[in-house]
């Protein structure tokens, strides 16, 4: 990594801002099909109870991110480390167990934010170069009239997200730094 300018992200962190956008997408698509069967379920009840399982459901999905990154990013590691020991960062320590450790939390919590400012900034440019003046339509423009904007939204996340690795990075580095003075 000492080769690369520190403006131009490694493909270290370009693996990761692919990985973490197929890991989004894979759960979106989990979560809308598990949404559908949730919600035939709860549609069975009253009124009342039904708008708020609807609010807790939609609050559970928008964090399962922060969990399932958490999860996938300790037993990635423990996979790594049993089966290829010398890709093992020098700064992380082995967390033995089922439960992800501090580290893989705020990994989680990272994913999820880098997913967050990613989506804004992706959606923010297409909307500044949209065909359509109306940015109401966004959506309607985005499923039918352009069939490729959903891909050059990934493309978008996806460079945003390694430049948000690449940051988060560089901020840990220069406090490893900070620390050892």
Request: glycine fraction near 4%; charge should be neutral.
């Amino acid at each position: 990594m000492q080769n690369w300018p520190s403006w131009i992200p490694t493909p270290r962190f370009w693996v990761n801002a692919i990985a973490l956008i197929l890991l989004i997408i894979g759960l979106q698509y989990a979560i809308a099909y598990l949404g559908m069967i949730i919600f035939m379920l709860i549609n069975l009840l009253p009124r009342v109870i039904f708008l708020k399982l609807i609010y807790l459901f939609s609050l559970v999905a928008q964090l399962s991110l922060i969990i399932v990154v958490a999860f996938v990013h300790h037993w990635l590691h423990r996979f790594l480390d049993n089966f290829f020991p010398e890709s093992r960062v020098t700064e992380t320590e082995a967390t033995p167990g089922v439960l992800p450790s501090f580290l893989s939390w705020w990994e989680g919590l990272y994913g999820w934010s880098v997913n967050i400012l990613s989506t804004v900034i992706a959606f923010g440019l297409l909307g500044l170069f949209m065909p359509s003046p109306d940015l109401f339509n966004l959506l309607t423009v985005f499923k039918n009239e352009l069939p490729h904007l959903p891909t050059i939204s990934i493309f978008i996340q996806v460079i945003v997200a390694a430049y948000l690795y690449q940051f988060e990075y560089l901020v840990h580095q220069h406090l490893i730094a900070a620390a050892r003075h």
